[in-house]
């Protein structure tokens, strides 16, 4: 296929998932003015039947009362909901396993830019850029390779076909997020392939109230700029939110420019209280320089460059019926382009290109029936439907000298059932299982336990749980030509077990809270090698534990520690380090309000204890970053930040330095 077809092809899905939301928003609107009398307003049926919609909002001690909203001058924060741990909203107190729900209002107070940032902030994540900003990122869950890290975009998969990465969160920022959750454990019971570490669920912002308004500018070293427009609320039965972004930085290395569009787009109708359909759309296209590793063959190139186009568009309905049922049908799509351009660095000299489209088409359709005694079972089906086009071409002395042509496709059906039961006060019990079916390779089982128990008079949680999961072989496993030597179609899924161990404890009316857990992976069929082949064998343990202070109203501070060992166990490498896991992460971040308008903070992260390919020992590295707000008035904010400001000269992955000492200051104007 010619570039040109690539671009028409990637062009007409992109305008087909722009009229698809726009279509959307075009029937809800109208329903409005069409209706003639108003449906007398029911109780709401969420209060007892919480649903498993994409905006978990605050609430009390139980998921089942009513919400309450969350302001930054409330002495003690209410407990949030979290949904992506069972798919349906739960209070931390009946949670089995693992989790983070980091919500907007962290985010800004924190001047947290990018989803890398916060997820760099979590325990048991250890984020890889490869390079500075805008680099394809990875991210190692409990010592688990990245392609057993699943992303979810308001609950549908985000991780590429071709390589079972989550490649798009490198680029993405966190403007128009209402919040992002993270489970870790084992969650292929819910969610299928690619969730053996960690799921993470990044929700898209549902506007709420008057309508608002802001434009932010930041300026900051080596030429960066960032420009952000943004706006969300609600107009009767109408909820919106939107955002546009800019950003471009020179970054510190030659050829190493980064340039960023994305925008962000959500609209939700509540036909009656019962009944709420809706449109999201979230997108971005960017260009980066790519001078490659500081050393070795190809280093510090000064002409190769990435571009990537990624946009997700669905399109929902969400009904709930007399506190009984809950639905939710989900339609949406993706349709990414990645390319890669090496041009001859010398006349007549080698030059690469490649191009690699994916187009991902999903149904979700998930059913919660709330029974008697305390007990939720849900029943779902995904569908999944992906394409892989690529295209990869050389040239040596100006001549052709190669092409290589991916063309396939794949189907996946998954079926999961869960039960969640209150068998007695405060004694929360969760089993699943989930069978799911792919075209290509064949079929997976995979199930989940696990049981909390609170005890009121201590503020003591008590947690555990033990699953499997799995992660399907992806296309250029399977079919990269030639066939038989960079690929094998007789793969096998990988499959991992995992359980974990831990408690959280409240202290004083929830000012202080300090948990800790013990994890244990096994993964058996780990795929490597060229040929690829099933033949590795994994373990991986270890300790996360996190502390969160607020000894005064409007002080916040987090501490976390992990300790992560990962070893291959196969019988000619036994007990060599995986890679890119360093042994021990110890991280904070601290902000106050004060005066009630100017808000300073502070962050760290020491890590040691790691190794690079070749199982070379890579330096420890400390890093800290300090920020402050002030709200000048009602309408205007200035803002300070200095990311490394110790001026660390380190690398996450050795060959590829990160930004020095780097200073930006912003202006946001509201309305």
């Given amino acids: ?145 990245p392609e057993q890290t699943l992303f979810l975009q308001d609950g549908l998969k985000v991780n590429t076909p071709f390589d079972n990465r989550a490649n798009s969160f490198g680029a993405a920022s966190t403007y128009n997020i209402e919040s992002i959750e993270i489970t870790r454990g084992p969650a292929s019971s819910l969610y299928g392939s690619e969730a053996g570490a960690a799921a993470v669920l990044i929700q898209t912002l549902k506007g709420a109230g008057t309508p608002t308004h802001k434009v932010m500018g930041e300026f900051g070293t080596d030429n960066s700029y960032l420009g952000v427009g943004q706006s969300s609320g609600q107009v009767g039965k109408f909820h919106y939110s939107a955002a546009i972004a800019h950003e471009e930085t020179d970054n510190e290395r030659l050829n190493n420019e980064y340039d960023n569009d994305s925008v962000s787009v959500r609209f939700d109708y509540d036909i009656t209280d019962a009944l709420v359909v809706g449109t999201i759309l979230n997108g971005y296209k960017y260009e980066f320089g790519t001078p490659g590793s500081t050393v070795g063959f190809g280093a ?127 004694l929360n019990l969760v089993g699943g299982l989930r069978f799911d079916n792919y075209d290509d390779w064949g079929d997976a089982l995979t199930y989940r336990a696990g049981a909390a128990y609170y005890i009121e008079q201590t503020g003591t949680k008590i947690r555990g749980s033990y699953g499997t999961a799995f992660r399907a072989p992806n296309m250029q496993e399977l079919y990269f030509p030639p066939v038989g030597i960079f690929s094998n179609p007789n793969l096998k899924p990988e499959e991992t077990v995992g359980w974990e161990a831990g408690f959280d404890q409240e202290i004083g009316s929830n000012r202080y809270m300090i948990g800790a857990a013990f994890f244990q992976n096994y993964t058996d069929n780990a795929i490597s090698g060229f040929p690829p082949v099933n033949l590795q064998k994994t373990e991986t343990y270890g300790v996360e534990s996190y502390m969160r202070v607020s000894p005064i109203r409007n002080w916040n501070n987090k501490f976390f520690f992990t300790w992560t060992e990962a070893h291959q166990l196969s019988p000619l490498v036994n007990q060599s380090r995986l890679i890119r896991r360093p042994r021990y992460v110890y991280g904070m971040d601290s902000n106050v309000l004060l005066l009630k308008r100017w808000t300073v903070g502070a962050g760290a992260q020491w890590v040691s204890g790691r190794e690079d390919i070749g199982n070379v020992d890579a330096e420890d590295y400390f890093v800290g970053r300090v920020y402050s707000d002030v709200n000048v008035c009602e309408h205007l904010s200035v803002g300070l930040r200095c990311e490394n400001i110790t001026d660390e000269r380190y690398a996450i992955i050795t060959g590829f330095p990160e930004v020095r000492r780097s200073l930006f200051g912003s202006v946001t104007v509201k309305f």
């Fill in 1 to 145: 296929m010619s570039h040109y077809t690539h671009w028409t092809v990637l062009t007409r899905n992109r305008n087909l998932a722009l009229i698809l939301a726009i279509f959307s928003c075009s029937f809800i609107i109208p329903i409005e003015a069409a209706r003639k009398v108003e449906v007398p307003k029911q109780q709401s049926k969420k209060a007892t039947a919480p649903v498993a919609s994409s905006e978990p909002s605050p609430t009390t001690d139980s998921a089942q009362a009513p919400a309450k909203a969350e302001t930054k001058e409330s002495p003690v924060a209410p407990e949030i909901v979290v949904t992506v741990t069972t798919r349906t909203p739960k209070a931390p107190r009946q949670i089995v396993s693992s989790f983070n729900k980091i919500t907007d209002d962290e985010i800004n107070r924190s001047q947290l830019r990018t989803v890398q940032q916060v997820l760099s902030q979590q325990e048991g994540m250890m984020v890889t850029p490869n390079g500075q900003r805008g680099a394809t990122t990875a991210v190692f869950t409990r010592g688990l390779p």
């Fill in 300 to 426: 510090n190139d000064p002409n190769d460059t990435t571009t990537e186009e990624n946009i997700f568009t669905q399109i929902y309905a969400d009904f709930t019926h007399e506190d009984i049922w809950h639905t939710k049908l989900i339609a949406g799509t993706n349709q990414r382009r990645f390319g890669f351009d090496s041009p001859a660095n010398t006349v007549g000299g080698f030059a690469f290109y490649n191009v690699n489209d994916n187009e991902r088409y999903q149904l979700e359709w998930q059913n919660d029936f709330y029974l008697p005694l305390n007990n939720v079972l849900t029943a779902g089906v995904s569908y999944d439907h992906t394409i892989v086009d690529q295209q990869s071409m050389t040239y040596f002395a100006n001549l052709a000298t190669g092409t290589t042509v991916i063309n396939q496709s794949t189907d996946a059906l998954g079926l999961y059932l869960q039960d969640q039961w209150e068998i007695v006060k405060n």
